[in-house]
């Protein structure tokens, strides 16, 4: 099959591959139809996630349909369109029991596909603990719409439910990325009484602005003065920093009213520096750390019932054979790109 590699820092290339068999009678073996690209995978080729192993097929972002099935798979058969999540989790162990999936305690726990074992970005995938791993996609969502399911829509509705947003809320989100509008579309179902979006690129502020005009936008030289301006209580009641970028952490805190809630959800290069003596007093609860991925039945509904929509999102599509220009327009953010959906067999 073909598959792109991860073949050493700074190169991934498309490969002819074995097609993955069973090991285990929970695997299920996936034939891929759509796989995306998330920029978790340019952190990867960048050197930035040192747990990747050269060599491994990447993509963790992906759809299709099971080929094969282990003995011990109940959930799903042979045939069945499925998402796959991102994160392999056995479901028994301590922290999966209380809903901590990125923290499961199997020695391929937590985000494996496409970083520790082979991923998506290919023909076919191994999916372990395929019970937990991968949800039927209802007979009417098609495969674009359930594309981002297992990842970048998982990650904003977690970040989301643990920002504990309620409708008295200013809710601030730092990025307006892939990831950043599926958590916009998340806090949208909460209702918040105001949502800002902080953006600094014109094509990401544009996408907002023609998809979502109920939200204000901003950008990060005024984010401050906007978010007092439209407060009531001197900052945001919730900061949810989706950018990763140069300064966006510093922004998120300082932008937080006293007490407030600021959700760590981007994947930083570099660390990040904490400065308490600068923050003392204002009081603020950090959560941070991967998404938990345990809400992907949920959030097909709620697809299914028209409550979610990320199609606008997939703004290119590329077959497999050129997965390599896909990667250059999405990294480079040109003509723009928002997300590539990349055909690796027969769709829906």
């Known amino acids: 099959m073909q598959a792109y590699t991860y073949v050493e820092r700074g190169r991934f290339e498309l490969t002819e591959r074995e097609k993955p068999r ?11 139809t759509l796989a995306s690209i998330c920029s978790s995978d340019l952190h ?10 050269p060599g491994i097929v990447v993509g963790h972002e992906m759809v ?29 162990c301590f922290f999966c029991r209380r809903g901590y999936v990125n923290n499961c305690t199997d020695p391929h726990g937590g985000w494996a596909l496409g970083c520790r074992i082979d991923g998506g970005q290919a023909e076919y995938v191994r ?50 990325g892939p990831t950043g509008i599926c ?54 009641d919730v900061v949810l920093e989706v950018a990763g970028a140069e300064d966006t952490f ?10 407030a809630v600021v959700t760590v959800v981007a994947l930083y290069d570099r ?14 609860t950090f959560k941070t750390g991967g998404v938990d991925g345990c809400d992907c039945a949920e959030i097909l509904r709620l697809i299914q019932q028209g409550a979610l929509d990320t199609t606008p999102l997939i703004t290119h599509r590329f077959p497999l054979s050129r997965i ?20 690796c067999g027969e769709a829906r």
């Not at 069973?22 to 891929?32: C, E, N, Q, T």
């Not at 003995?71 to 796959?84: L, S, Y």
């Not at 327009?329 to 055909?343: C, I, P, Q, S």
């Open 271 to 284: 660390p990040q520096v904490l400065p308490l003596p600068d923050m003392y007093g204002k009081n603020l």
């Open 22 to 32: 069973l090991r285990d009678s929970r695997d299920a073996i996936v034939r891929v």
């Open 324 to 343: 390599g220009e896909a990667y250059r327009l999405f990294e480079n953010r040109e003509d723009g790109v928002v997300k590539v959906a990349v055909t």
């Open 250 to 259: 510093r922004l998120a805190w300082e932008c937080a009213r006293p007490n």
């Open 64 to 92: 299709g349909i099971v080929e094969e099935a282990g003995a011990d798979v109940a959930t799903v058969k042979v045939g069945d369109r499925v998402t796959v999540n991102v994160e392999t989790f056995c479901g028994e």
């Open 44 to 53: 990867i080729r960048h050197g930035s996630v040192p747990r990747a192993v």
């Open 127 to 176: 999916v372990p603990y395929a019970d937990r791993g991968l949800n039927r996609i209802p007979d009417t969502v098609t495969d674009e719409q359930a594309l981002f399911v297992g990842d970048i829509l998982a990650t904003g509705f977690w970040a989301v439910r643990i920002s504990e947003i309620t409708e008295e809320d200013t809710v601030l989100i730092i990025g307006a």
């Open 183 to 236: 958590t916009l579309l998340c806090a949208m179902l909460r209702r918040p009484r105001r949502i800002i979006v902080c953006e600094k690129s014109p094509d990401r502020v544009r996408f907002v602005r023609e998809h979502y005009p109920g939200v204000v936008v901003t950008g990060p030289g005024e984010c401050r003065e906007v978010v007092c301006r439209n407060s009531d209580r001197g900052g945001a």
